[in-house]
């Protein structure tokens, strides 16, 4: 019976509407959509600044106080009031604001519209769940020490009632609603960086100046655990990093990114649930470098799986984002041997490659189908890594050389560099679909025969030039290697060392906080940004503002 009565309960919770998801419907249809239906939620409480007041308030007010959880399954609302108090015999709900109420032109305070709309659902929903008459409902606005009294009329109710009938359209839909006309609202709104408005402003318009509202770093550290046999806990709102024969290292959970457990680390049960809680990815990669896989937490995801598995379902929209694919990718071989020709005298193996390089890519957008745009990749990755050698020093040591790639395993220093950068990134790329939400075993160029995620080796392709080719090249070149201590031989196999992997960590994360200007929107991002924002730039691909995914060429 208990049981029974427990899912009803959940039943009437999941078919009504929150009050202040009709306030964000009314702000903007698209950040209810973000919010309530794909259940985007930004962890930083100071983006939701001028939308609520909390708990703090009601311990400033002197007077009588009265929070209230309310809902009415006949009206299909539910929601917390602020505050509930009683003037002359009314009861009046009560809305605060941070921020400053709305002027009219005769400079007298007014709500804002979705402010108005919310405090009117409160006091409808007061009405329908206590069957008594509420006349109107106020808004203190802090900022600029006003209440603004809102009427509760037949207008008003009606107003409330199409908004929960729009609501309840969306929260069936699947189809993302397109940005709004006012762009003033973007730049207050907490979901911006998911949105990314200014973008697909930019792909209906070329001619459009995109202001970054996309944060041009990620300050959260990313913590590698190379050191076999260390644990990692949890101890209150921090993360507890206890190494072998080293003093206990705690960390703050704010301050994470992402936690990467190399060869045989332990995580505690506890640490992975408070990881999850908190948007810290965590992933494994082996004692022999080879990314393993990741802690799949996503939740609310399932609208932007459907999208993508309904446009990635589609042989020639997924040729299309292939070919964007392989001209990224063989541009920028391309042109990272051309910046070695900026260096040094131009071999005649290096001239010839570029010459035929750019001859392959001029043919790739004709590709007919995605086994052609195959042959044509693997023309271009066989003229780059021919000619990558002529890239090398001649002062570099001979064992460090490069003579073709190979790999599983690797046979030379070279490509066990190589090799071990290609497991950090993807882990990286993993880290960014999570983190977006898309689906990584559904890809649009690589087919599910390896054990990596298709849509992961995707996205791989653009990365692998400036963030390990160029980290490999110049490290090998300013003589950073040890041939001997940085490496293992183990027979004809050759892998990095714990010294060796420890090295190529600082290397490529100290290059992920390079910055990198966008040749399309203007704007710079460091390697660490460019991750998040090549994913969701390319859902945009398929949501109708696509047109900047791809674009990360050298220049
Ligand atoms: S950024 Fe703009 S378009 Fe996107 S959800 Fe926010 S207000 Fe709406």
């Known amino acids: 019976m208990q049981a029974l009565e427990l899912s009803r309960a959940t039943e009437v919770q999941v078919s009504t509407i929150r009050v202040s998801a009709l306030h964000a419907l009314a702000y903007c249809p698209r950040l209810f959509y973000l919010e309530e239906v794909e259940e985007l939620y930004t962890q930083d409480a100071a983006v939701f600044a001028g939308r609520r007041l909390h708990t703090q308030l009601e311990k400033q007010e002197d007077e009588e106080w009265e929070e209230l959880f309310l809902e009415s399954e006949e009206l299909g609302l539910r929601g917390r009031l602020d505050a509930l108090r009683t003037r002359d015999g009314q009861t009046i709900p009560y809305e605060h604001k941070r921020g400053r109420a709305h002027r009219d032109e005769n400079n007298q305070p007014q709500a804002w519209e979705s402010d108005r709309l919310q405090i009117l659902a409160y006091a409808y929903l007061l009405e329908s769940a206590h069957g008594i008459t509420v006349q109107e409902g106020r808004i203190r606005y802090h900022a600029d020490n006003v209440v603004v009294h809102v009427l509760l009329d037949e207008a ?40 990314l408005p200014e973008e697909a402003r930019l792909a209906h318009n070329r001619e459009w100046q995109p202001i970054r509202l996309f944060p041009e770093d990620d300050e959260r550290q990313v913590i590698h655990i190379l050191e076999p046999g260390t644990s990692v806990g949890r101890t209150g709102e921090q993360i507890k990093i206890t190494r072998r024969n080293q003093p206990v290292e705690t960390v703050p959970a704010r301050q994470i990114g992402q936690l990467v457990l190399h060869s045989f680390s332990q ?40 999208r993508q598995y309904a446009a990635l379902s589609n042989p020639d929209a997924c040729l299309e984002l292939a070919r ?54 693997g023309n ?27 790999r599983r395993p ?84 050759v892998w990095l060392s714990e010294l060796g992997r420890r090295k190529f960590v600082e290397l490529y994360e100290s290059r992920k906080q390079e910055s990198w200007k966008h040749p399309v929107t203007g704007y710079s991002l460091t390697y660490r940004r460019l991750f998040e924002l090549e994913v969701r730039l390319l859902e945009k691909e398929w949501s109708g503002e696509g047109g900047l995914f791809g674009q990360l060429i050298l220049r």
């Open 324 to 377: 964007k694919l392989v001209i990224c990718r063989g541009q920028g071989q391309r042109k990272f041997l051309m910046r070695g020709t900026r260096s040094k005298a131009k071999t005649e193996k290096l001239e010839k490659a570029i010459a035929q390089m750019k001859a392959v890519l001029k043919q790739v957008p004709q590709a007919k189908s995605l086994e052609s745009l195959l042959g044509y990749e």
């Open 156 to 195: 008003g109710r009606l107003k409330v009632k199409q908004a929960i009938q729009q609501a309840r359209i969306l929260r069936q839909s699947t189809y993302r609603p397109p940005v709004i006309d006012n762009e003033r609202l973007c730049a207050r709104c907490s979901l911006a960086p998911v949105c």
């Open 380 to 406: 271009l990755a066989a003229l780059y890594f021919s000619a990558l050698p002529d890239l090398i020093s001649p002062e570099v040591p001979k064992e460090l050389h490069f003579a073709g790639r190979n």
């Open 410 to 493: 690797p046979l030379d220093r070279f490509n066990a560099m190589l090799s071990f950068g290609y497991a950090l990134l993807l882990k990286d790329v993993m880290n960014a679909i999570l983190t977006v939400g898309l689906e990584p075993a559904l890809g649009f160029y690589h087919q599910p025969r390896s054990q990596a995620a298709p849509l992961a080796l995707d996205l791989l392709e653009i990365f692998r030039v400036p963030l390990v080719d160029m980290t490999v090249m110049a490290a090998v070149n300013r003589g950073q290697w040890d041939a001997k201590a940085d490496f293992e031989i183990r027979g004809k196999q």
């Open 267 to 306: 995580i505690s049960t506890q640490a992975l649930h408070f990881c999850a809680a908190q948007g810290i990815g965590v992933h494994f990669i082996s004692g022999g470098g080879r990314y393993l896989g990741s802690f799949d937490t996503r939740q609310g995801s399932i609208q932007r799986r459907i």
